[in-house]
Nanobody, 120 residues
Framework: QVQLVESGGGLVQAGGSLRLSCGAS????????MAWYRQVPGQQRDLVAV???????NYADSVKGRFTISRDNAKNTVYLQMNSLKPEDTAVYYC??????????????WGQGTQVTVSS
């Protein structure tokens, strides 16, 4: 199994920055696809950013140019650097790991989430 713990959320003014961290344990971190999602109460959980085991990244259109996902395999940690924050970025942010046990079988693991609130 995989355990994920997010940290770094908080309250910030519009235009400010935050860096979220997600520490992983219980599996081979370097081989996992890692992602950040966010969810507003009453709405779906949306993909924000993803980084593959090979280091390639992808972002939701709403955060391109403002957010950067990265990983430090030595520390078993994935980060989300959030710059130029907007009130619409307010959400609970979740760390996700997609763990492949075989080439065709995988399972998703989730952290508990960390609240990000951007005030105007």
């Amino acid at each position: 199994q995989v355990q994920l713990v997010e940290s770094g959320g908080g309250l910030v003014q519009a235009g400010g920055s935050l860096r979220l961290s997600c520490g992983a344990s219980g599996s081979s971190f370097s081989g996992n696809r890692m992602a950040w999602y966010r969810q507003v109460p009453g709405q779906q959980r949306d993909l924000v950013a993803v980084i593959t085991s090979g280091g390639s990244t992808n972002y939701a259109d709403s955060v391109k140019g403002r957010f950067t996902i990265s990983r430090d395999n030595a520390k078993n940690t994935v980060y989300l650097q959030m710059n130029s924050l907007k009130p619409e970025d307010t959400a609970v942010y979740y760390c996700n790991a997609k763990v492949y046990y075989t080439l065709s079988y995988f399972r998703d693991y989730w952290g508990q989430g960390t609240q990000v609130t951007v005030s105007s």
